[in-house]
Structures are given as structure tokens and as C-alpha cells.
Nanobody
Framework: QVQLVESGGGLVQAGGSLRLSCAASRSIFSINYMRWYRQAPGKQRELVALISRAGNTNYADSVKGRFTISRNNAKNTVDLQVNSLKPEDTAVYYC?????????WGQGTQVTVSS
């Protein structure tokens, strides 16, 4: 089991930046992939970025070059640096982990980008 707590969201103007953080209640060292998702109003939840244990990353096309995911296994955190924000990035951002085939989610952090 793990509890995930996101933080760092807020209201920013287009072009601005935020650093989202996900804190886990246990070691994430053994978790193969940590992921960030987002869900905009009226839309399905979508995968934004993922990072492997080895530090390999993958991003949705819509955020490539603007978002950077990182993990700190010593602190049990996974961060998402979001730059050059656009109004269409407005969403609730969620941290996700799969352990023993069970999926865990945080409560989410709201990111709102004004034009």
C-alpha cells in the first residue's frame, strides 16, 4: 500500500511555471513506474508523464519540451516541473503508482492557467 499526496498547484498566467510534487508514504524505490495524470473538466483523465526506476521518462505529445518529471527515491517524491503553461493545461493533476497490480492515486492538485 501507499498513500500519495500532491501539492504545488495554483493559479498562474499563460507562460508561467509551477512545480508539482507527489509525496509517497513509503519507499518508491521498488515501484517500477511513477506517473502523473491530469483531468480537465468534462474530459477523460490522461497520462501526462511517467518515469521508470532507472529514470527513463516518457511524455504526452502535448507537453513534450515543457514538462519534466523527476523522482527522488531517497525522499520518496516525484515532481513534475511544468513550464510555458497554456490555458489548455488547466486540470487537476494526479500522481499514480501501481503496486502488485493495484493502482493508487493521490487526491490531486488543481492547476489553473489564465490567458
Amino acid at each position: 500500500q501507499v498513500q500519495l499526496v500532491e501539492s504545488g498547484g495554483g493559479l498562474v498566467q499563460a507562460g508561467g511555471s509551477l512545480r508539482l510534487s507527489c509525496a509517497a508514504s513509503r519507499s518508491i524505490f521498488s515501484i517500477n513506474y511513477m506517473r502523473w495524470y491530469r483531468q480537465a473538466p468534462g474530459k477523460q483523465r490522461e497520462l501526462v508523464a511517467l518515469i521508470s526506476r532507472a529514470g527513463n521518462t516518457n511524455y504526452a505529445d502535448s507537453v513534450k519540451g515543457r514538462f519534466t518529471i523527476s523522482r527522488n527515491n531517497a525522499k520518496n517524491t516525484v515532481d513534475l516541473q511544468v513550464n510555458s503553461l497554456k490555458p489548455e493545461d488547466t486540470a487537476v493533476y494526479y500522481c499514480n503508482a501501481i503496486i502488485d497490480l493495484r493502482e493508487y492515486w493521490g487526491q490531486g492538485t488543481q492547476v489553473t492557467v489564465s490567458s
